[in-house]
């Protein structure tokens, strides 16, 4: 049998290969994926907000109308809608920032003239020392026409649910699915951040930065990880298969027959036997030399 089949098959080199076939499973399947993925949404909603700078706002009714989502590709468009403020039903999402501050974004139904009832972020409001619910000015009455972006819904944990507190809706997570029933209205799919300078706003959330961050380094990272791995468990089996060779080749020369001149070299009698262990030591000093000298 072949030597490097010994080594291949013996139990420990057996656990590292699966244990390295495994590792590059779940770099390739999951870890890389993820990140990829991760990649390809920031630059997909990058694209989305850069194409909305400059883009004519469109009716509401036209990207949400008879939805109960909210289409890929109408987050981040710029809307534009008529109707009244419902400032009797404004409701405060907890635990924002901004700038590095706690804020709360003070969120109000919006009755549109195109019969659907949206909800509106207005901004934020600096939360004050002790928690307590900040004061902020009522959205205007009467009919007015704001300008706005979709957004697409926070994911209500099941936890942590709307409450009512301080006079006010609170909620952790803006999602017109959880709100709306706590309300008793019915509210289109999403939410609309208002743009600078409308009616009702406070203090802008801001567009985020159009940066796609490490995602795509990190899948590659992860994809070369995945070839590294089997690739190392190759090279530790061909070292070892050539150490074994070369301990054999040792041994083989020390145990030679002594009486067989070689290259009519003068034939010592009466020779030490060497041992495997001997001759690789030998080998070894040898190599990197002897202590002491």
Same mark, same amino acid.
């Given at each position: 049998m072949p030597n490097w089949v010994k080594v291949v098959f013996q139990p420990r080199w057996i656990a590292l290969a699966i *244990?390295? &076939?495994?590792?590059?499973? &779940?770099?390739?399947?999951?870890?890389?994926?993820?990140?990829?993925?991760?990649?390809?949404?920031?630059?997909?909603r990058n694209q989305a907000i850069t194409d909305s700078v400059n883009a004519t706002p469109v009716p509401a009714a036209q990207l949400l109308g008879g939805r109960t989502t909210v289409p890929k590709d109408a987050e981040w468009r710029k809307v534009v809608l008529t109707g009244q403020y419902r400032a009797d039903q404004q409701s405060l999402a907890r635990l924002r920032n901004q700038d590095g501050k706690p804020?709360?974004?003070? &969120?109000v139904p919006f009755?549109?003239?195109?019969?659907?009832?949206? &909800?509106?972020?207005?901004?934020?409001?600096?939360?004050?020392?002790?928690?307590?619910?900040?004061?902020f000015a009522p959205p205007p009455s009467g009919v007015v026409?704001?300008?706005?972006?979709?957004? %697409?819904?926070?994911?209500? /944990?099941?936890?942590?649910?709307?409450?009512?507190?301080?006079?006010?809706?609170?909620?952790? *997570?803006? /999602?017109?699915?959880?709100?709306?029933?706590?309300?008793? !209205?019915?509210?289109?799919?999403?939410?609309l951040n208002l743009s600078d300078d409308q009616p009702g706003g406070l203090d802008p959330?801001?567009?985020?930065?159009?940066? *796609?961050?490490?995602?795509?380094?990190?899948?590659?990272?992860?994809? *070369?990880?995945? !070839?590294?791995?089997?690739?190392? !468990?190759?090279?530790?089996?061909? %070292?070892?298969?050539?150490?074994?060779?070369?301990?054999k080749a040792v041994f083989d020369a020390g145990t030679a027959d002594p009486s067989a001149p070689v290259d009519g070299a003068e034939v010592v009698e009466d020779a030490p036997e060497i041992t495997p262990e001997a001759a690789r030591a030998a080998r070894l000093a040898d190599r990197y030399g002897r202590r002491g000298q």
């Amino acid at each position: 049998m072949p030597n490097w089949v010994k080594v291949v098959f013996q139990p420990r080199w057996i656990a590292l290969a699966i *244990a390295a &076939l495994a590792f590059t499973a &779940l770099c390739w399947s999951v870890l890389a994926p993820w990140q990829l993925g991760k990649n390809s949404s920031t630059s997909q909603r990058n694209q989305a907000i850069t194409d909305s700078v400059n883009a004519t706002p469109v009716p509401a009714a036209q990207l949400l109308g008879g939805r109960t989502t909210v289409p890929k590709d109408a987050e981040w468009r710029k809307v534009v809608l008529t109707g009244q403020y419902r400032a009797d039903q404004q409701s405060l999402a907890r635990l924002r920032n901004q700038d590095g501050k706690p804020a709360y974004e003070v &969120l109000v139904p919006f009755a549109a003239s195109d019969g659907a009832t949206y &909800l509106v972020d207005r901004g934020f409001v600096a939360t004050p020392t002790g928690g307590v619910v900040p004061e902020f000015a009522p959205p205007p009455s009467g009919v007015v026409t704001i300008q706005a972006r979709v957004r %697409a819904p926070e994911q209500t /944990d099941p936890a942590r649910g709307p409450r009512t507190e301080g006079g006010y809706l609170q909620v952790f *997570a803006i /999602d017109p699915a959880a709100i709306g029933p706590a309300q008793g !209205i019915t509210l289109a799919p999403g939410y609309l951040n208002l743009s600078d300078d409308q009616p009702g706003g406070l203090d802008p959330v801001p567009l985020p930065m159009l940066d *796609a961050g490490p995602y795509l380094s990190y899948g590659l990272q992860w994809l *070369a990880f995945g !070839i590294m791995a089997p690739l190392a !468990i190759g090279y530790f089996v061909w %070292a070892e298969v050539k150490r074994r060779r070369e301990d054999k080749a040792v041994f083989d020369a020390g145990t030679a027959d002594p009486s067989a001149p070689v290259d009519g070299a003068e034939v010592v009698e009466d020779a030490p036997e060497i041992t495997p262990e001997a001759a690789r030591a030998a080998r070894l000093a040898d190599r990197y030399g002897r202590r002491g000298q």
